[in-house]
Each structure stands twice: as C-alpha cells, then as structure tokens.
C-alpha cells in the first residue's frame, strides 16, 4: 500500500514558466514533508521542506504548500530553469519513524 | 570528500552469487540508512543504524539481505544468493543526528546499481 503517491510519472513545462509537482499521502500521523532532487546517475538531494504545523514554506524558487485536509502537498517552481529538469521526490515521515518516498516524477524544462 | 560515497558504483553479477556494498557516510554523522530503488519505484527503505543502538532492519525483503556498520562509520550491505528481483539501484545515505529529529537532513551517496544476470 503506497503512503506516499506521486500519480504524474513525468511533466513537461517551458522554461519561464511554473512547474507544478503534486503529492498525495494517506497516512495521517505523517508530520514532515520534503522534496528531493535527483539528476541522472547521482543520489537524491534535499530541496525543501515543511512541518505539519504550517501550509507553505518557500525558499527561492521553490515553494512547498501543505493541505492537512486533503492530505496533498504540492511543490512549486517558478521561474522554471533547464537545470531543474530532474526526478523529483516526495517524501514524509512521522516522528521518529522511517521517510517513506514516492515514486518520483520526472520533470523537463522545454527551451 | 565531504559527501557520502559508495562503491562500487556499477556491480554485475550472476543469479546466486553473493555481493558486498559499501558506503562511506559524512565524517560526524551518526545515523547511516540503506535504500534501493528498483525501476520505475520509489525509493525503499531497507535499514537504519543509529549509533550504537540496535540497527532498525525492518526494510530488509528476505533474510539474504543483511548490512553491518563498522566502528560506528562504514557500512557494508550484503546480498547472499543474489537474484533477479535484486537488481535496483542501492542507495545509501547519512545524517548528522537521526530519525529522532525530523529536520534531520539525509544527505545520499551516488548509489551502486546492481545487475543480477
């Protein structure tokens, strides 16, 4: 039973634009979301994060929203750059318990 | 280097043949997690050691599977009587203090890529 889902294997967005990267989760005790990057050949790398007790975080470019309610988190990157073409994960934990990841999904800037 | 390192990066063996993975985590931190990441999946956890405590083995897919952490820093994954359904990317990774502080950054290796033939 996957706890963390990701449902868009892959996105196409313009540079320029915003990309939008969608996450579901299921289990309510999950207290801390976070994002990942992961290029080709190299391990994944921390991008952002949020608590349960907030509904955004932004850092840059990128800007996580969190909705308790329909458990979805969201991550937003605007403006879209060609070095941000990457799998991105979605991942969640509760405290003191193991990150569970999603799938991923594959992200490609156009020029 | 001040990342996290794996070795080797690329292993190929044959179907029932043992294999040795190693990881070399961030001078410092305490806590050190084995995933693997088969095709077209996410990343699954597989083990967690905390320093001295009892490692969490509760990833683990079969009892082939079992890992060691030396002194506290290196870590060897080990896969007995390897099979098909073993070949994924193994990934390895490391954090300052561990799963009892959630913000605690995991920082990963480049992951060995395992083909079972």
């Known amino acids: 039973d996957q706890q963390v889902k990701q449902n868009s294997p892959s996105l196409s967005v313009q540079e320029g634009r915003i990309s939008i990267l969608n996450c579901d989760y299921t289990?309510?005790?999950?207290?801390?979301f976070l994002w990942y990057k992961k290029y080709p050949a190299e391990g994944p790398t921390f991008l952002i994060s949020i608590s349960s007790i907030k509904d955004k975080n932004e850092d840059g470019r990128f800007t996580v929203f969190l909705n308790k309610s329909a458990k979805h988190l969201s991550l937003h990157i605007v403006p879209s750059q060609p070095g941000d073409s990457a799998v991105y994960f979605c991942a969640a934990s509760a405290i003191d318990d193991k990150i569970i990841f999603g799938k991923g999904t594959r992200l490609h800037i156009l020029p | 280097g001040a990342g996290v390192s794996q070795s080797p990066s690329n292993k190929v063996t044959e179907k029932g043949k043992d294999v040795e993975l190693r990881c070399d985590p961030i001078s410092g931190h305490t806590a050190l997690y084995w995933y693997r990441q088969s095709l077209g999946q996410g990343l699954e956890f597989l083990i967690y050691?905390?320093?001295?405590?009892?490692?969490?083995k509760s990833g683990l897919p079969s009892d082939r599977f079992s890992a060691e952490r030396t002194g506290g820093s290196v870590s060897t994954l080990t896969i007995q009587r390897t099979q098909q359904e073993d070949s994924a990317v193994y990934l390895c990774?490391?954090?300052?203090?561990?799963?009892?502080?959630?913000?605690?950054?995991?920082?990963f290796g480049p992951g060995t890529r395992l083909t079972v033939l």
């Open positions: 990774a490391s954090s300052f203090l561990g799963r009892g502080l959630s913000t605690d950054t995991q920082y």
């Open positions: 050691f905390q320093g001295n405590s009892a490692p969490d």
């Open positions: 289990n309510s005790m999950f207290d801390y």
